[in-house]
């Protein structure tokens, strides 16, 4: 779940609440959040901007994560279909797209063989074909925010 910081207008509150989603245990969260933070500092040292998250174990420790809050619209909002979207369009979401494609396969199997988990996603086909992950974009890619400059900015992966 995800809430405002109070006092904080600029901050997110995360919490992996296991009481909230049966399938969750305290395994599986600390999985979660080490790979949130992995990929965080994957993402960010590889050119993709993200929403910072703050580094302090205390909370981290409690799964609590205080993120940065980013102003702007979801990529689905900006982009309701992709498929007709036209390259060149927004020349920064086609670079984020670009550099994207360099490291799917890596984040597939960073998920797999490190974390033990496979992120999936359905297709859309009458079998509800699901498909290995490696970036999660999110309900309707809500976790790409196009800020006020067209710049892609990650708030979740």
Do not use: H
């Given at each position: 779940r995800v809430f405002n910081l109070p006092g904080h207008p600029d901050k997110v509150v995360k919490v992996y609440d296991m009481s909230l989603q049966g399938s969750l245990n305290s395994e599986n969260v600390a999985l979660m959040i080490q790979r949130e933070i992995a990929m965080e500092n994957f993402l960010a040292a590889h050119?993709?901007?993200?929403?910072?998250?703050?580094p302090?174990?205390?909370l981290i420790s409690r799964?609590?994560?205080?993120q940065e809050r980013v102003v702007g619209q979801s990529l689905g909002k900006v982009v309701p279909n992709p498929?007709?979207?036209?390259?060149g369009s927004l020349p920064k979401l086609d670079g984020f797209f670009k550099?994207?494609?360099?490291?799917?396969a890596d984040f597939r199997a960073l998920n797999?063989?490190?974390?033990?988990f496979q992120l999936t996603q359905s297709g859309?086909?009458?079998?509800?074909?699901r498909v290995i992950q490696g970036l999660?974009?999110?309900g309707r890619r809500s976790n790409i925010v196009i800020d006020g400059q067209g710049t892609p900015i990650l708030i979740d992966w």
């Open positions: 050119g993709f901007n993200v929403a910072r998250i703050d302090n174990p205390a799964g609590i994560i205080i498929a007709a979207y036209k390259p550099n994207l494609d360099k490291y799917d797999q063989n490190r974390f033990e859309p086909t009458p079998e509800s074909l999660d974009y999110g």
